[in-house]
Structure formats: C-alpha cells, structure tokens
C-alpha cells in the first residue's frame, strides 16, 4: 500500500476558518480586528482579502504556563 502524507496546512487563514477553529463569529473577528482586540489574532491584508498567519490562531489556543 502507498499512504501519502495529507498536505501541509497553508500558512495563511481565511476568516471564515479562523472562526471554525477558534470556536467564534466571523463577525466577532472583524470586530475584534477593527478595535485591535490582543486577544485575537492580528490581520494581513492582501488586497481586499483578510487573512490570519496559521501560527499566530494556534497560538491563541495554546494554554498559558503559569
């Protein structure tokens, strides 16, 4: 049997999967980004796109070490 790897994850996020994977609204990341919450992630422009980099969503799961 040939088993190939699944494909890298890209390196940048759309809003809408952003939202699925932090278990919130797109509506409560756009307002998130307008008022610069530090609780989410920050926002790339590309054009009229809005992306999210993979790493920094992942970070803002990621427990904090006390």
Not at 30 to 43: E, I, N, T, W
């Amino acid at each position: 049997m040939n088993y190939e790897l699944p494909p890298p994850p890209p390196e940048y996020w759309d809003r809408k999967y952003t939202a699925l994977f932090l278990n919130t609204t797109e509506g409560r990341l756009r307002s998130g980004a307008c008022r610069g919450d530090k609780a989410l992630p920050p926002v790339y422009k590309f054009g009229r796109r809005v992306l999210y980099k993979r790493v920094e969503v992942e970070a803002c799961v990621k427990p904090a070490v006390s």
